[in-house]
C-alpha cells in the first residue's frame, strides 16, 4: 500500500527556502540570522506603523473599524506593487523580500485586529456590520493585490516600450 502525498515533505512551504542549499537545512541557523534579523526590524517598523495609524485615526467604540480595513487594503495594494518590481524589475538583496515583504508589511496588515474587530462588533450587538466586515475585508484586500499588480505590470510594460 502506497502512503498518502504528504505536502510538507514535497513541497516547499516557502518559495524562498530550498533545502537542497546546505546553509537553508534545518539547524542552519547561523545562516538564517539575517533573515529573521530583519523579518523583527521590518515587523516592528510596519506594527509601529500601523499603531501610528489607529492613534490618527481612531474607531469609535462599536463603530465600523475603517482603520483596519484602509491599512489591510493599503498593505495589500503595496505588496502588490512590490512583488512585480522586485520579481519583473529589480534584482533585488536576498534580504529585502524578508525586510520588507514578510516584516514591515506583514507588521503593517493586521489579521489579529481583524478578528478582534470583528468579535468587538459581534459582542457589540452588532452582527449585521460584523459580518459585513468580515466578508468585505477579504474582498477589498484581494482586489487592492491584485489591481495593483495589474497596474504596475503595465506601468512597467508602458515604460519599457
Known amino acids: 500500500m502506497k502512503p498518502p502525498h504528504s505536502p510538507a515533505v514535497s513541497e516547499p512551504t516557502d518559495p524562498d527556502v530550498d533545502r537542497g542549499i546546505p546553509a537553508q537545512r534545518p539547524g542552519a541557523w547561523r545562516h538564517q540570522a539575517p533573515v529573521v534579523g530583519v523579518v523583527a526590524l521590518g515587523g516592528a517598523v510596519g506594527a509601529a506603523a500601523r499603531y501610528g495609524a489607529v492613534l490618527w485615526w481612531p474607531t469609535a467604540v462599536g463603530g465600523f473599524p475603517w482603520t483596519t480595513l484602509v491599512v489591510n487594503a493599503a498593505g495589500?495594494?503595496?505588496?502588490?506593487?512590490?512583488?512585480?518590481?522586485?520579481?519583473?524589475?529589480?534584482?533585488?538583496?536576498?534580504?529585502?523580500?524578508?525586510?520588507?515583504?514578510?516584516?514591515?508589511?506583514?507588521?503593517?496588515?493586521?489579521?489579529?485586529?481583524?478578528?478582534?474587530?470583528?468579535?468587538?462588533?459581534?459582542?457589540?450587538?452588532?452582527?449585521?456590520?460584523?459580518?459585513?466586515?468580515?466578508?468585505?475585508?477579504?474582498?477589498?484586500?484581494?482586489?487592492?493585490?491584485?489591481?495593483?499588480?495589474?497596474?504596475?505590470?503595465?506601468?512597467?510594460?508602458?515604460?519599457?516600450?
Not at 533585488?92 to 468579535?119: C, E, K, N, W
Not at 468587538?120 to 493585490?145: E, I, K, M, S, W
Open 76 to 161: 495589500c495594494a503595496v505588496i502588490g506593487v512590490f512583488m512585480v518590481v522586485i520579481s519583473d524589475v529589480w534584482a533585488a538583496h536576498r534580504l529585502v523580500r524578508p525586510f520588507f515583504g514578510t516584516g514591515v508589511l506583514g507588521g503593517f496588515t493586521t489579521f489579529s485586529t481583524y478578528a478582534v474587530d470583528t468579535r468587538q462588533l459581534l459582542d457589540a450587538d452588532r452582527a449585521r456590520t460584523g459580518l459585513a466586515y468580515l466578508g468585505l475585508t477579504p474582498l477589498v484586500a484581494l482586489t487592492a493585490v491584485w489591481s495593483a499588480a495589474w497596474m504596475t505590470r503595465r506601468i512597467v510594460t508602458w515604460r519599457q516600450a
